[in-house]
């Protein structure tokens, strides 16, 4: 039968046909691209469409080139179809408004109705395209090569690769975005942990070490029964044990290994000298990541932190580490000191060595923290000299009062509720 001779209805079946056709062209080819290549990686393990989609897109010239060389074919037949269409109906005016209406049908169609749904379904659109592409990429793969061939010469004078498509590694930022944006999908503590993880890389061990001034420890020129009363009354497994000076460090003992010889009243001095570890050091600066290795490494638990002329700066250990990722342990006695007690006028009671980032974090504030590593050595950075009680200052918006200072170091500070200055 000749075209010309065929029912009206017949040709715009066909031409219906022809519009769903580039649809799915449009569709899928959005569809596809749109794909997490993250997601699909481990959707593949158990879903054929999502591994063939893999193979797909591992050459996506040829993929394109498939896609745009369907689409543009279907959509030259529509365009002279309906024209034919608009003739037989009309003349030449008939042909004027067919290509009006035909414009309008072919961008809401076949353009930007199927993109839309294909960019909010990928997935599900994206798997079972893959089946058709498939061995439809095996069949005009002789055109499509020679296509590419011509395509990818033009892209090179550009001075791009086309046969580059490596995935890109997210970075950093790029990770706690995901992480952050997750949702329900992952429960809010184990979210809050992953960012705690990400953070580390950027944390050393000055910012969670408890300070030199902080360090407790047995001094052996001390007299023997101040020594034993010590020992009896101490809150933590492990004791440093120094001489004449924090910086001459001898090492640490473990009480399990003291008590009994307490138990017998067998404990002297020469003992607790036999019993002593030598102690682990690790120089000022190094990322808690790295630390976390280096504990791992060496078989430790504590390290003492030690500046560039080897001198102590403070002491970290394992514990402080896990709490950067799961949040601070209410039995850990090195955080006894580290108060943080809210009154109901919203005025919040600090200890003054506690850290700016445990700040930050509890209180929800934006204190800087790439200087000071502690709240007492932020203030004494702001004002440059040692406050008395009663002074006050104003940072990150928030009023402050020094309450206490002891040994030229505040004790206690109170953070009034953030300042407003448009109220």
Known sequence: MNISEAPIGLLFFILFILFILSAFFSGTETALMALNRYKLKHTAKTNKGAALAIKLLEKPDRLIGLILLGNNLVNIIITQLATFI???????????????????????????????????????????????YTPLLKIAYPLVWMINIIANSVVRLVGIDPTSNELQSLNHEELKSVVSEAGGLIPASHQDMLMRVLDMESITVDDIMIPRTEVSGIDLDDDWNDIEE????????????????????????????????????????????????????????????????????????????????????????????????VGQFSTSPANFDYEVRTNKDGTVWIDGAMHVRDINRQLNMNLPTNGAKTING????????????????????????????????????????????DK
């Open 86 to 132: 608009g003739f037989r109906l009309g003349g030449n005016a008939g042909v004027a408004i067919a290509t009006g209406v035909l414009t309008l049908m072919l961008l809401v169609f076949a353009e930007v109705t199927p993109k839309t749904i294909a960019a909010l379904k990928a997935e599900k659109i994206a798997f079972p395209a893959s089946y058709i």
């Open 230 to 325: 010590q020992i009896l009354r101490c809150n933590f497994t492990r004791l440093l044990i120094y001489k004449n000076g924090v910086n001459n460090i001898l090492g640490f003992v473990h009480l399990r290994n003291l008590l009994p010889l307490f138990h017998d009243d067998k404990m002297e001095r020469h003992h607790l000298e036999e019993a002593l570890v030598p102690a682990y050091f690790t120089p000022e600066g190094t990322p808690l990541t790295q630390q976390l290795i280096n504990f791992q490494d060496a078989k430790r638990r504590i390290a003492l932190v030690v500046d560039e002329y080897g001198d102590v700066q403070g002491l970290v250990t394992l514990e402080d580490i896990l709490e950067e990722i």
């Open 378 to 421: 932020l203030i004494l950075e702001h004002l440059g000299s040692i406050p008395a009680p009663g002074t006050t200052m104003l940072i990150d918006q928030h009023p402050m009062e020094v309450r206490k200072t002891l040994n030229n170091a505040i004790k206690t500070l109170i953070i009034h509720p953030k300042w407003n200055p």
